[in-house]
């Protein structure tokens, strides 16, 4: 699903609304664009926290939305960050009062339609297609690497 979702051809923008955690913030990560409400929710990959290390893909996809050093800190010390925060570290691209989130999703929809669709497709796809084509052939070892951890018993026991 996500790797379907990451390669999509059209404008792809997340509405959050509340907490944002692990699958939720893959989902976030793999869009075009991301809208968070203002609140106390958080958004994040946890996982380490109860000694789940996220696959690398994870790891890949979060570094090319914020860089690899916040990425590395966040995805190891399982840090779940607040609109602002978020914000701050680009993890998110905007903070709007829920009332406005999907009117401003709408807006940002226009813009990317607005933009030629061919060209706006093969940008895309030149700063997504070597990750994609990486994961791709990267699918199976990470699966059976996450069920390797999932099923540890250090895991299990947590």
Not at 121 to 141: C, P, Y
Request: net charge negative.
């Amino acid at each position: 699903f996500w790797l379907s979702l990451y390669s999509l051809d059209i404008p792809v923008v997340s509405v959050i609304e509340g907490d944002c955690l692990a699958a939720g913030c893959i989902i976030a990560l793999s869009s075009d664009y991301r809208i968070m409400s203002e609140g106390d929710s958080k958004i994040g990959i946890s996982g380490t926290k109860v000694g789940i290390a996220p696959p690398l893909w994870v790891c890949k996809l979060m570094s090319q939305v914020i860089g690899i050093s916040q990425a590395d800190r966040a995805i190891q010390l399982g840090t779940l960050f607040s609109p602002k925060q978020a914000l701050s570290i680009c993890l998110i691209d905007q903070v709007v009062a829920q009332e406005e989130c999907h009117h401003t999703a709408l807006s940002v929809v226009d813009k990317f339609l607005s933009v030629d669709h061919l060209a706006r497709s093969e940008i895309k796809q030149r700063f997504r297609g070597e990750l994609i084509s990486e994961l791709k052939n990267q699918l199976d070892a990470d699966r059976d690497d996450f069920i390797r951890v999932i099923s540890s018993e250090t895991t299990q026991t947590r």
